[in-house]
């Protein structure tokens, strides 16, 4: 790498923890920062969907290690953080990717689905910041990326737990930004727009949302996984260290409109 792109972008001997990446999002967010140069952590409930991922990395010259966790049990995502600093003994990068969305018009949002969105969305996302942030701030140095979503800004239809999940998500990353930038741990969050995974697939295969959709996208395109690369890039490297505290809309331009 040119030695401008190398400073500035470079991830060379960090580690970094993605959750949720044996698929979707969190794979293309893995791989990017295992392109960069970081040693990967991927995590999941399944370690049976990351071994491959870990092999397929390998073949490709990236190092990563797996870690399977459930991140509904806060206790699991507390180990999770722990063993991925124990690795190598440090970790420099976070990725809040895990999530999931359960639609079903508020009426009938069962306390089961509340619960079981938050769970994962909101209080795993802090339990893995509060433990990871506590190790970065004593480190004076760390990056933080949490996964938000375009319902951080809007209140999104049949979704209301993923929602209000979403929307903390926000203002956590504000909150823990306002704590720790002086102490040189960043703390941001990506919106996606609407991307072609499985978190989307009702969506997708609804051809009148669909298209709905995809008329209100300026870029006219549904998202690739691949579209995140480099907003993760650049939130987990040095080019970054001056912004904190940000929700960046990947989106193709859905919120400008
Ligand atoms: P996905 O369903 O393909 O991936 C979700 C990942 O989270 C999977 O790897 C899954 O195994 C993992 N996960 C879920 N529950 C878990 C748990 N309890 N423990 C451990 N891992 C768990 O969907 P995706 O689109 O890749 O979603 C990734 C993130 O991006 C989510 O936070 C989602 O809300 C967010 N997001 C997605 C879109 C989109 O359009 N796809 C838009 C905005 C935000």
Known sequence: ?????????????????????S????LAMARALGQAGAHVIVNGRD?????????????HGL?????????SDRAAVQRLVEESIAWKGHLDILVNNAGIIKRTPAVDHTDADWDAVLNVNLNGVFVACRAAGKHMVARGSGKIINIASLLTFFGGVTVPGYAASKGAVGQLTKAL????????VQVNAIAPGYMRTDNTAALQADPKRSLEILQRIPANRWGDPSDLEGAVVFLASHASDYLTGHVMAVDGGWCGR
């Open 47 to 59: 370690p049976g969907k990351l071994t491959p991922v870990v092999h397929r990395f390998a073949e």
């Open 177 to 184: 930004s306002n704590e720790w930038a002086a102490h040189g």
């Open 1 to 21: 790498m040119h030695s401008f792109l190398e400073k500035q972008f470079g991830l060379r001997g960090q580690v970094a923890l993605v959750t949720g990446s």
């Open 23 to 26: 698929q979707g999002l969190g």
């Open 63 to 71: 190092h990563a290690h797996a870690i399977a966790a459930d991140l």
